[in-house]
């Protein structure tokens, strides 16, 4: 292959299908046709918030590890920003949906297979990885939620909680966040080699490949077999 | 419920369903039976590959955090064992099962989901939590395959690949090493509270659905969708 | 030494001379007396600006080795409080004391000595210990700070810079703030058996024993011998 | 300053004093000249034993986030090396000095400052910066141990325990282990962009002036205050 890896862009196109199948994906899909099991929205927020506390962790890491003190400042800012709004925001939407879907799921309220993996892999990049290496894992997440939101939006169907939640990635303020998280990652990334991209590049892959995962265990309402019973 | 998780064997009775399909997957059957495909065997050594140098990692860490010279000469000893033993063994393996099913999988070189999802759930462990925390976390490989391997060595069938290996983990050698593995953890664990044994419980658990997960992608050949093609 | 260490109470008398040398030290007696050179104590400051991204780091590692969403959520906030509130507020008081000692000393703005050791230890904790060490760690600066202040500030003479900064460690409110970090320490000291309370008494003290070299190093404006030249 | 910093020789020739206090420190100095007091030899020597298991764990995190195989294999055995070979040396050289030298000094067996800033930082560079980064951290040791031995090796006097140390570091065993590890340093340097190589040139200054305080430590058998009592 000879993608030159050289920006955020370079590294969605090197990710491929991994990528394509986010846009794609029959949980966004029907999410935005208002046809998805409200059941299946309940379990992925309910996920959601075993996700996001692993989630700041590993922005804690990033924090602990950055280089300067403007990295210490962004990562300390990010951090602040899931622990006080994002992870209140995900406890509001849980309410909202559990009004119409008002039967929990077994286990919904522990991780599940593709929770686990997903926040494990993110925790071992932070363990063993730069905060580089961090920027790469959590740009898939950021980046395609807006990329998928922006294209269902238009032509999205009404419904009680979900407008709202597309509403909310499809904005303008969350396009301006993922940008600027896209151009702190272009400008690192064009100071590494092309071994440190290649390895930049197998990382933003891996995490598509689990947000894939997360999107289809939602759906599914998956969980591990002595969970399900 | 209400089992006091004061041992290794507590642990092993919490995990209940998860430990006892185990003991009877299908993979390791078959490969006792010796009807397991060796196209799947293969696939499954090749990811142990790929395993076994992020659980060297772990144990890394774990020396790094030990709290004792005691502890950091038996965890570097560990590590020796994983790096000059285990993983040449290993690699003889895969050429003795390649030279029976010479055909690669896709992708049987590069993590696949279980894979990922193991040694990440592993490293994020030796990232966030305690030398026990890792002892919790690694006990249910090594112990369930001296469990398997004793179930099923007896009436096992001839095989120029799997009986050797089924004999390996069959050995009095290979059961006094997990006694000693387990002796530690016990006396570990009983120092331990209430809360802190409910933990190690759950990471145990995690453990053998993790390990489950592993047999049956070696089983059916698994990957990323991607790869797969 | 039969002391219990039941209780931060308990490892302050453990400590012994190593603390009553901090309410003691000639840098905040003469602080108070307003004899103290400017000279040190912009030295002071301008290490203190070096210690403290590092005590950041040591706090985004608790956050990350965090048990619980608790626990994510208080040093998510201490993290805040640092780079938000405490560098600011030492940006600003390096400013005026440096407004009547306009001299820089050399190597000022770089690590010394006693920084070094200081921040290296904690971030040694923080790699290797608990988020109970780190809280045994940092305790001693906290709590020693507050002690000094209100054993000196009723009897301090005027000074233009260190008047103010008297009164804020021997205010009421940073009283109630050490007061807080002293009852979650204590309540998690209780749940250790003897070995962990001997280790965070080991923790405490050694905390204290760096706090004394950067008093002293503060006065003596003391650096490398290659930087001092 | 204008050096390149494209290689270890222009790494020690940019830490220049703190590099040549080294060759010229007292302590090795008056040990080739066999006036070194052996008190200090044997403090030395505890304290020592108490820098190796600190370093081994630095070692240890290197390897757990060694980029590769041949980064794990390596940084194993040179784990092993420091367990197996290293410590148990220098228990037998704090046995034949003892025999002389009977009597211990207060608190020879807990770290001294020195001991602790020097130990610290190595594992604050461990948790908090690159493999490249603890490579950079640990070469002032290895190297200026061979460097001042070869030189005071030639006219050194006599003496029961001295002089085998000296041949040790001024063997060509020795002299071949530090060329192994420059050439690997120089290799993975050659490869930093210009921040990069400023901040391992910092690393490398920071661990010979670490050296220095461990050597004048033994000469003067420093302690905390609270142990020299």
Redesign the interface.
């Known amino acids: 292959m000879s993608v030159a890896l050289e920006s955020s862009a370079a590294l969605r196109e090197h990710a491929?299908?991994?990528w394509d199948?986010l846009l794609t994906h029959e949980f966004p899909v029907r999410l935005a046709a208002a046809t998805l099991p409200e059941e299946s929205f309940r379990f992925y927020v309910a996920q959601n918030l075993l996700y996001l506390?692993?989630y700041?962790?590993?922005i804690?890491?990033a924090?602990?590890?950055?280089a300067d003190?403007a990295g210490?400042?962004e990562?300390?800012e990010s951090?602040?920003n899931i622990?006080?709004t994002e992870?209140p925001q995900n406890r509001r939407l849980l309410e909202a949906i559990s009004a119409i879907a008002p039967e929990p799921t077994p286990g919904e309220d522990v991780k599940a297979?593709a929770t686990?993996?997903y926040?494990?892999?993110l925790?071992?990049i932070?363990?063993?990885?730069?905060t580089l290496d961090i920027a790469a894992a959590i740009l898939p997440c950021a980046w395609s939620y807006g990329d998928i939101a922006e294209g269902l939006v238009r032509d999205a169907a009404d419904h009680p909680v979900y407008t709202e939640w597309l509403g909310f990635f499809a904005s303008a303020d969350y396009r301006a966040v993922v940008d600027r998280q896209r151009a702190a990652f272009d400008a690192e990334l064009a100071?590494q080699?092309d071994a440190g991209r290649a390895r930049l590049a197998d990382i933003f892959?891996?995490g598509c490949?689990?947000e894939?995962?997360f999107w289809g265990q939602g759906l599914a309402m998956q969980h591990?077999?002595?969970v399900a019973g």
């Open positions: 491929g299908p991994a199948a506390p692993e700041a962790r590993v804690a890491f924090a602990a590890r950055s003190g210490l400042g990562h300390t951090l602040v622990v006080s992870i297979p686990v993996a926040t494990s892999w925790l071992s932070a363990a063993t990885g730069s100071e080699d892959l891996m490949r689990l894939k995962s591990w077999d002595d």
